[in-house]
């Protein structure tokens, strides 16, 4: 028998879901969708360390790889913005 999670905010049950991760970095926001998460009833969203610590890194790439190829773009430039969806 799987053991239930029980939300540490509120106390709820938690159920599988998925969540959406949101990063603002140096003026960059990165959006990852669809990341495996314990969802409560009352929206609470947690992400075991595993998977966070594998969106952290991805981020970490995805930045570096968005800032390498922004200095090569004209100064005046927009927001940047990043969406990751699986």
Not at 24 to 37: D, W, Y
Not at 40 to 51: A, I, L, P, R, S
Not at 62 to 68: T, Y
Request: charge should be positive; charged fraction near 30%; hydrophobic fraction near 35%.
């Amino acid at each position: 028998m799987k053991k239930q999670f029980k939300c540490p905010e509120c106390g709820a049950i938690a159920r599988d879901g998925r969540a959406e991760m949101k990063y603002e970095l140096k003026g960059t926001r990165i959006t990852i969708q669809n990341v495996p998460a314990k969802i409560c009833k009352n929206g609470h969203e947690f992400v075991d360390g595993y998977t966070a610590e594998n969106v952290n890194r991805l981020v970490d790439r995805v930045f570096e790889d968005v800032n390498s190829f922004s200095k090569k773009l004209p100064k005046a430039r927009p927001p940047r913005q990043v969406l990751i969806a699986a």
